[in-house]
DNA sequence: TTAATAGTTGAATGAGTATTCAATTAATTG
DNA sequence: CAATTAATTGAATACTCATTCAACTATTAA
């Protein structure tokens, strides 16, 4: 993490404002304006930095999906041991405290440009790809220590984020903490079925 | 569909060319005057009929919502016969051209008002909580027929929709239609092996 | 036919938008 | 210290936004 000079620790908190910014306003009506006047800077410095509206909706989205990818990674270093590893991984994937770290109006808002940019898309598709990709070299490793029998490690990386991404897109239309938690426990054992666990 | 007077014609011309309008713009950048321009009437027309941009979006989403619903009961009906019913229904769900009939971005965007607007997160989570009832009701029946042996039919009709969002939230980012397409038979075919199929 | 209502128009309002630019201050380098 | 570069400011640009309003034209009812 870089970030020597002045000019990269303002273009990351210009970024991080806009983030903060678009987690209470929406993301589509955070302007270059609000930004400034959070950081209580004038808005041309912000266009100093970012030469056009377009550019800062690109960092944000870098910004969003390194942050979301951090979480996941952060998930992995943290089992004790390896034969571990696995079974926290999922139970953390599937708990409701832990996807309060990202903020997912700001995230369904970015992913719904995907339809309109394909710069947007191939830049989401990548994270979500590198997330699956992890998944599934764990689950190689579960093999040969005999953990679990999974026959397409692939295939059943990818039928995990299937689960999850829906369950989490269903249980934010909800209102309660509790029937969040239960549907988060329904998947949960789903998951551990589809990993033979 | 009554219909009768102009004013409800009018007013669902508006919201079919805001529809229309969202998905080549975008539903965050889409205003008044841009509806009013692909209707060739004055922005004051439009703002008689709705009072204000809010009454708009909202009318926007419950035609979203009741679109999606129609789109699946239309697939319920379209079944030869009960027994073919369910295998029907879930070769229909996770097939792409089906998925074509509605705009997924414009879909998103609204979804991800869910966030800020409480309102919007009710009219969302009624909707899904409808469709999972009426799959939960097709097992019950197949139970009882004995197609199927499912011992919490609603649980497994959640299940299947988790599946099945978290399966199109991914494929959106694909490019090709290939990968598309076989994300989608993988997930179908997981959805058949829930179901005891 | 007259009166009342509903539909439609175009112009105007004021606030907010992204972006440009010249001027000014601060930091860095020779 | 002097010269250069980088960071910052505030004012101004042209544009779009939602919304208001008075005037106008159909349509309908008495």
Same mark, same amino acid.
């Not at 309060?100 to 440009?113: I, N, P, R």
């Not at 309109?116 to 990709?133: C, G, N, Q």
């Not at 005999?146 to 692939?154: F, H, Q, V």
């Given at each position: 993490?870089?970030?020597?000079?002045?000019?990269?620790?303002? @273009?990351? *908190?210009?970024?991080?404002?806009?983030?903060?910014?678009?987690?209470?306003?929406?993301?589509? %009506?955070?302007?270059?304006? =609000?930004?400034? +006047?959070?950081?209580?800077?004038?808005?041309?410095?912000?266009?100093?930095?970012? +030469? %056009? +509206?377009?550019?800062?909706?690109?960092?944000?989205?870098?910004?969003?999906?390194?942050?979301?990818?951090?979480?996941? *990674? @952060?998930?992995?270093?943290?089992?004790?041991?390896? %034969?571990?590893?696995?079974?926290?991984?999922?139970?953390?994937?599937?708990?409701?405290?832990? /996807?309060?770290?990202?903020?997912?109006?700001?995230?369904?808002?970015?992913?719904?440009?995907?339809?309109?940019?394909? =710069?947007? $898309?191939?830049?989401?598709? @990548?994270?979500?790809?590198?997330? $699956?990709? =992890?998944?599934?070299?764990?689950?190689?490793?579960?093999?040969?220590?005999?953990?679990?029998?999974?026959?397409?490690?692939?295939?059943?990386? /990818?039928?995990? #984020? #299937?689960?999850?991404?829906?369950?989490?897109?269903?249980?934010?239309?909800?209102?309660?903490?509790?029937?969040?938690? *239960?549907?988060? *426990?329904?998947? +949960?054992?789903?998951?551990?079925?589809?990993?033979?666990?």
């Amino acid at each position: 993490m870089g970030l020597s000079n002045i000019s990269d620790l303002r @273009k990351k *908190e210009i970024v991080e404002a806009f983030y903060k910014t678009a987690i209470k306003e929406g993301l589509e %009506s955070t302007s270059i304006a =609000k930004i400034a +006047k959070s950081l209580d800077i004038p808005p041309s410095l912000i266009v100093h930095y970012y +030469k %056009s +509206k377009d550019e800062l909706v690109n960092a944000l989205i870098n910004h969003c999906l390194e942050l979301y990818l951090k979480i996941f *990674e @952060k998930t992995y270093d943290s089992a004790i041991d390896s %034969s571990q590893m696995l079974p926290s991984l999922i139970n953390r994937m599937f708990s409701k405290d832990w /996807n309060d770290l990202f903020d997912d109006g700001v995230y369904y808002s970015a992913y719904a440009m995907v339809f309109r940019e394909p =710069k947007f $898309r191939e830049k989401f598709s @990548k994270i979500h790809k590198i997330l $699956r990709l =992890k998944l599934s070299e764990l689950l190689k490793e579960c093999n040969e220590t005999g953990m679990i029998k999974c026959i397409n490690p692939d295939q059943t990386a /990818n039928q995990i #984020f #299937f689960l999850l991404d829906g369950t989490y897109f269903y249980i934010n239309m909800l209102e309660t903490y509790k029937e969040q938690n *239960e549907h988060l *426990e329904s998947s +949960k054992k789903l998951a551990y079925s589809i990993l033979g666990l």
